[in-house]
């Protein structure tokens, strides 16, 4: 019992200091670590967009704000929609009004999984909705979920942070990116949190939580890209279910939800538009968008082109 609790007062601790060191503007790529950023947004928001690196990548959180719609990107590198529970609670408890939800058209077909990244709060859900995951590796669950654990980055790529604020991290910028772009970067006023990859394809993170993708794509994208038609194959009925119960909590806050199913560079999904009907859910549809492919970072992701057109036309779809 006394190890036990040991760990338990260990974990709390470690959670107060991560806390602090998120509202002195120092936060890592976890979903964990960039909700708490999200308790710290002043002023108070309106719009917060939930999903996964094609969120953080694709949505300019400042151009919403700038006109008049504060918002947060709560994208985050290697959660899928399995992994929203959490977020979404950390949205319920905030103060934005407007939750946006980033969805794969290809997750509406299969069947519900099991979290990757779990916490605590997924494990409520979890406890609820889908119960089977418990039994799956119970204690490996268990000890992932505790707060020590969660609020660490995800293994991933070396990550360089806060490049601008010294010589070798300028020169890092000015070595993996454009003349142009590496001018611009240190200059947004987002401020750039780190950046991480190399000279063919790098990720900027800013400290706002939205993110960029610099690359120019090494292989002829354009043969492959796919247009799938499933306008006639109905919805698996298990995911319908599980997003009923991932946006009941927002909707019993009295928060407007919204679903946008994700742009995609390759895979172009062709799919009903009931997703509405059936959940009782606002749903914007972007799958259907086509890019050029100068907009385009790599076979998931756009580049700051793709950026731009894809936060101007959901921002239109919007307001």
């Known amino acids: 019992m006394l190890g036990i609790g040991l760990i338990l007062i260990v974990n709390?601790?470690?959670?107060?200091?991560?806390e602090a060191m998120v509202v002195k503007g120092y936060w890592l790529e976890?979903?964990?670590?960039?909700?708490?950023?999200?308790?710290?947004?002043?002023?108070?928001?309106?719009?917060?967009?939930?999903?996964?690196?094609r969120t953080q990548n694709h949505i300019n959180s400042r151009y919403f704000s700038s006109h008049g719609h504060e918002a947060f990107n709560y994208g985050v590198a290697g959660n899928l929609l399995w992994d929203y529970p959490h977020m979404v609670e950390m949205a319920r408890r905030s103060q934005g009004q407007v939750v946006?939800?980033?969805?794969?058209?290809?997750?509406?077909?299969?069947?519900?999984?099991?979290?990757?990244?779990?916490?605590?709060?997924d494990l409520n859900f979890v406890m609820r909705n889908t119960p089977?995951?418990?039994?799956?590796?119970p204690l490996r669950q268990l000890a992932n979920s505790l707060?020590?654990?969660?609020?660490?980055?995800?293994?991933?790529?070396?990550?360089?942070?806060?490049?601008?604020?010294t010589a070798d991290g300028r020169a890092l910028i000015a070595k993996q990116l454009t003349p142009i772009d590496a001018a611009n970067m240190c200059?947004?006023?987002?401020?750039?949190?780190?950046i991480r990859?190399?000279?063919?394809?790098?990720?900027?993170?800013?400290?706002n939580g939205d993110g960029l993708i610099f690359s120019t794509p090494s292989q002829d994208l354009k043969s492959q890209v796919e247009w799938i038609d499933r306008t006639s194959i109905p919805f698996n009925p298990a995911v319908i279910h599980y997003l009923k119960n991932l946006v009941l909590p927002l909707q019993q806050q009295g928060k407007k939800t919204i679903f946008v199913i994700e742009a995609t560079v390759l895979k172009h999904i062709l799919m009903n538009k009931s997703l509405e009907k059936q959940t009782g859910v606002h749903t914007i549809y972007m799958n259907d968008q086509d890019f050029d492919f100068s907009e385009v970072a790599d076979t998931v992701h756009l580049n700051a082109k793709g950026n731009q057109h894809v936060t101007e036309w959901l921002y239109q779809h919007m307001f």
């Open 12 to 18: 709390i601790l470690f959670l107060d200091f991560a």
């Open 30 to 53: 976890s979903k964990v670590s960039k909700g708490m950023l999200l308790q710290t947004q002043k002023p108070a928001l309106e719009v917060i967009f939930i999903g996964s690196s």
């Open 100 to 121: 946006v939800i980033s969805l794969p058209a290809e997750f509406l077909f299969e069947s519900p999984q099991c979290p990757q990244f779990t916490t605590w709060l």
């Open 132 to 137: 089977d995951c418990l039994m799956k590796e």
């Open 147 to 165: 707060p020590i654990n969660r609020t660490l980055p995800e293994p991933g790529a070396m990550k360089n942070y806060y490049p601008c604020a």
């Open 187 to 194: 200059a947004d006023e987002r401020g750039v949190l780190l």
């Open 197 to 207: 990859g190399d000279e063919r394809r790098s990720v900027i993170v800013f400290r």
